[in-house]
């Protein structure tokens, strides 16, 4: 069974707004992005609804959907959010005596983020890190946690991928998942939690930085 017209707007507004073809800060109204998407206003609504309650549009009244702008101080605020909540993931993680079938996907994430840094392909990386955060959190059995940091999934995801070409090549970034999941497989909750917690507020400090020097509009 296919994808409803609601599903497919969802899907390809949402590659737009991450793509910046849909610019942070810009205006639409939806009869214009049903003409673009070659389908009636009905599924765009619905699609511009689901977007909103994820953080990444507006619905205004008689105006259209507005694109929300990326603003370094919302980014900052969101990371110290998964900071602590995936650094308790990261420590509950350790705590769970898990053996090496139970971790081999968070493995194979790091394999394939390795892979992609070898072959220079940053959206590969990209995707193949978000896995890892998500798999980190799953791992620590939190559904309260998983349920919180899924709220702001898009909204980081977005901002990394607009910035994703202005970084250096993420090679630290991948010691550091390594260093976590070493971390994990030993049973060492507190390093698990310090060296998660390091890593993202490294990331942190990384993304407001791009977002305050280059500013998204320009992306």
Not at 32 to 46: F, H, I, K, Q, Y
Not at 124 to 139: G, N, P, Q, T
Request: proline residues 3%.
């Amino acid at each position: 069974m296919g994808l409803s017209q609601s599903d497919l707007a969802l899907s390809r507004l949402r590659q737009m707004v991450f793509s910046g073809e849909l610019a942070p800060g810009s205006n639409h109204f939806e009869a214009d992005l049903a003409d673009r998407l070659g389908m009636s206003r009905t599924p765009v609504r619905e699609a511009a609804l689901t977007m909103q309650a994820q953080g990444l549009v507006d619905v205004q009244p008689r105006r259209g959907v507005r694109i929300r702008p990326i603003a370094a101080e919302d980014m900052a605020d969101i990371y110290d959010v998964l900071c602590e909540l995936e650094s308790l993931a990261a420590a509950r993680a350790a705590e769970r005596d898990y053996g090496t079938q139970d971790l081999q996907a968070a493995q194979d994430c790091i394999d394939e983020m390795d892979s992609a840094l070898s072959r220079q392909d940053r959206a590969a990386w990209a995707d193949a890190d978000d896995r890892f955060h998500i798999e980190l959190v799953r791992l620590g059995g939190n559904a309260r946690v998983m349920e919180i940091v899924a709220r702001y999934t898009d909204q980081v995801r977005r901002a990394r991928m607009m910035t994703l070409p202005l970084r250096p090549l993420p090679v630290q970034s991948n010691e550091d998942h390594r260093a976590v999941l070493c971390a994990i497989k030993r049973g060492d909750a507190e390093q698990a939690r310090a060296l998660h917690r390091a890593h993202r507020q490294d990331a942190s400090t990384l993304l407001t930085e791009l977002i305050r020097q280059f500013g998204l509009r320009r992306l």
